[in-house]
Each structure stands twice: as structure tokens, then as C-alpha cells.
């Protein structure tokens, strides 16, 4: 069985590959590192993760290069590029964009998790305001803030602690 993680690498790299001969741009290893880099991991990483994550792979790159890197792979599809209004507005999340559905995020406001959440009627909304207002939608970005349930959330952890304490208290 073709293990599927290794062909989307496979169908992502020939795509890089294209793009890059089609735009004469350089072919370099570095590039192709950090696209797979890039898709070896699920989550939603900002330059600055990806640089160090590059780093411990033992593979020199330098941020210039990562950024650079990253644009080009926004440019051509295969990395999709988050603007999540968190405290540190200035950094763009970015996740791979190849063998994903098309979805919207949730994000805890206490512990900056990112959940993911797919919901059809997102399409109708979308065909039905384009059709309406008569507006060639292109893309869209929707994120919903809020509190998550998880165990781990320091918003649970602080009121955890809190209540022990003036349990202590008491
Ligand atoms: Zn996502
Ligand atoms: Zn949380």
C-alpha cells in the first residue's frame, strides 16, 4: 500500500517542481527540504517554527530562505496562508495546502489551540451572498475565538490551581 502521506510529498514536489521551471526560479535543495518539512507536520506553524524545525533536522537554512520559501509556496497552492487575529497579529500561520478539505478554525483564546472544523453549509453561504450580491467569491476566511474543553487549556489549569488554593484556604 502506497503510504499516503509519501504521495502527497510526491504530487506536492513534481507541483514545486513545475512552478519553479515555469517561473525560472532556482531550483534549489533548500526548497525542497522545507516543502517537506512542510508536509511531514499536521499543525498550523507560523516561519518562525518552521526555521527551527529546519534547524533540528540538521538542515541549515537560513529565515531569509524560509520566508522566501514559504511565499513561493503560498504562490503556487501549496501552502495556505492563516491570518489568525491572536495577541501576535503580525504572524501569518500557515498550514500544507494539498490533500486538505476545505475548512475553518477554531481558536482558545486562553491556550491558542488551533481545532479545525469542516461544515458544507459554508459552500451554500458562499454561492448564495456571490450570487446575491453578485460577487465572484474567490476565497474566504472564517475564524470562530472562544474557549476549548480540553484537559490541557491553562484557562483549566489556572482554575484548577485556583480553587485548590483557597481550598487550601479555607
Ligand atoms: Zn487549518
Ligand atoms: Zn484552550
Do not use: W
Not at 533548500?30 to 518562525?48: C, G, M, T
Not at 458544507?120 to 467569491?137: A, N
Amino acid at each position: 500500500m502506497v503510504n499516503s502521506t509519501t504521495s502527497l510529498l510526491t504530487t506536492a514536489r513534481t507541483k514545486l517542481e513545475e512552478y519553479l521551471l515555469k517561473k525560472g526560479l532556482r531550483r534549489s535543495l533548500e526548497r525542497f527540504a522545507i516543502l517537506e518539512e512542510v508536509y511531514s507536520r499536521d499543525d498550523h506553524f507560523d516561519a518562525e517554527d518552521l526555521y527551527q524545525a529546519m534547524h533540528q533536522r540538521s538542515f541549515a537554512v537560513s529565515r531569509a530562505t524560509v520566508y522566501n520559501t514559504l511565499d513561493v509556496l503560498v504562490d503556487c497552492g501549496l501552502v495556505r496562508k492563516n491570518q489568525f487575529g491572536d495577541e501576535d497579529n503580525t504572524k501569518s500561520r500557515f498550514e500544507k495546502g494539498l490533500g486538505r478539505q476545505q475548512h475553518a478554525h477554531l481558536i482558545c483564546v486562553n491556550c491558542h489551540r488551533v481545532i479545525e472544523f469542516c461544515d458544507p453549509r459554508l459552500q451554500l453561504i458562499k454561492t448564495t451572498v456571490g450570487d446575491t450580491m453578485q460577487f465572484q467569491v474567490e476565497s474566504h476566511s472564517l475564524v470562530f475565538y472562544g474557549e476549548c474543553a480540553d484537559e490541557e487549556c491553562v484557562a483549566r489549569t489556572k482554575a484548577a490551581t485556583a480553587s485548590a488554593s483557597s481550598n487550601s484556604m479555607a
